[in-house]
C-alpha cells in the first residue's frame, strides 16, 4: 500500500519562530489536505492544497499564518509563521489518491510543542 | 456548514462484548461517511467508510449503519479485543464542487477495551 511520510515527526519550537513541514507520498494524489489537531480535540480543515496554484483556505485559517505549497502531486508543504503557544498542535497531510475510490488517508502527523 | 455531533464520548467495555458510537450529521447533501481509528501517537487510520447509497456495510467485526433520513451513522464493533483501544472519529463529506473531499470531523470517542 501507498506510504505517506511527514517531516519532522515531532518539534520544539520557540514562540516567534516558524516551522515548515513535509508531507510526501510515494504515488500520485488528487487532493491534498492540512487538517489541524489541538491537544485532545479533533481534526479541523485548515486548506486545501493545490497543486501549482494557491491553496484553498478554511474558515478561520489565513495564508500568512500557515502558508502552503504543493508543487507536484506527491508533496506538499505547511509553514506555521510567527508560532505562539496557542499554535501547538499535531499537523496532519491527507491525500486522495489518484487510482482509488476517493479514500482519504491520513499521514503519521507532526507533533509540534510552542514555547 | 457541516456539524457533525459524535456520541459518547467515552465507552468502556469488557473485552468479547460490543461497541457502537453513534453520530448525526446536519447537511442533507453529505454522502460519504468514513469512521478513523486513531492510536496514541499516530494519525487517523480508516476503518470502514459507507456512501449515501447503502444503508449498511460490513468488514469482519466492524460494521457501519447509515440512516439518510434521521441523518445518522453508527459504528459497530462485535466481540472487541483490547487492541481495539482508541480513539474512534466519525466525519461526513460531500462529493463534488467546491466541497468535494473535505472532511468534517465528530468530537472522538475514546473507547477502552478492558481484558
Known amino acids: 500500500s501507498a506510504v505517506i511520510s511527514q517531516k519532522p515527526s515531532r518539534d520544539i519550537c520557540q514562540r516567534g519562530t516558524s516551522l515548515t513541514i513535509q508531507c510526501q507520498v510515494d504515488?500520485?494524489?488528487?487532493?491534498m489536505f492540512w487538517y489541524r489537531q489541538q491537544p485532545g480535540q479533533s481534526l479541523t480543515l485548515i486548506a486545501t492544497?493545490?497543486?501549482?496554484?494557491?491553496?484553498?483556505?478554511e474558515s478561520g485559517f489565513v495564508i500568512d499564518k500557515f502558508p502552503i505549497s504543493r508543487p507536484n502531486l506527491t508533496f506538499s508543504t505547511l509553514t506555521v509563521s510567527n508560532m505562539s503557544p496557542e499554535d501547538s498542535s499535531i499537523y496532519l497531510c491527507?491525500?486522495?489518491?489518484?487510482?482509488?475510490?476517493?479514500?482519504?488517508?491520513f499521514g503519521p502527523g507532526t507533533r509540534l510543542l510552542v514555547l | 456548514g457541516e456539524n457533525v455531533e459524535q456520541h459518547p464520548s467515552t465507552l468502556s467495555v469488557q473485552e468479547g462484548d460490543s461497541a457502537v458510537i453513534k453520530c448525526t450529521y446536519s447537511?442533507?447533501?453529505?454522502?460519504?461517511f468514513p469512521w478513523y481509528k486513531q492510536e496514541l501517537g499516530k494519525g487517523p487510520q480508516l476503518i470502514i467508510d459507507?456512501?449515501?447509497?447503502?444503508g449498511e456495510k460490513k468488514d469482519q467485526r466492524i460494521a457501519v449503519t447509515l440512516n439518510k433520513t434521521a441523518k445518522h451513522f453508527s459504528l459497530h464493533i462485535t466481540e472487541t479485543q483490547p487492541e481495539d483501544s482508541a480513539v474512534y472519529f466519525c466525519?461526513?463529506?460531500?462529493?463534488?464542487?467546491?466541497?468535494?473531499?473535505?472532511?468534517?470531523f465528530g468530537q472522538g470517542t475514546i473507547l477502552t477495551v478492558h481484558p
Open positions: 491527507s491525500v486522495v489518491f489518484l487510482r482509488g475510490p476517493g479514500t482519504q488517508y
Open positions: 504515488s500520485q494524489v488528487t487532493m
Open positions: 492544497a493545490n497543486q501549482g496554484s494557491e491553496a484553498t483556505y
Open positions: 447537511d442533507s447533501a453529505s454522502n460519504y
Open positions: 459507507i456512501r449515501s447509497n447503502v
Open positions: 466525519a461526513a463529506s460531500k462529493a463534488g464542487g467546491t466541497s468535494y473531499g473535505k472532511l468534517t
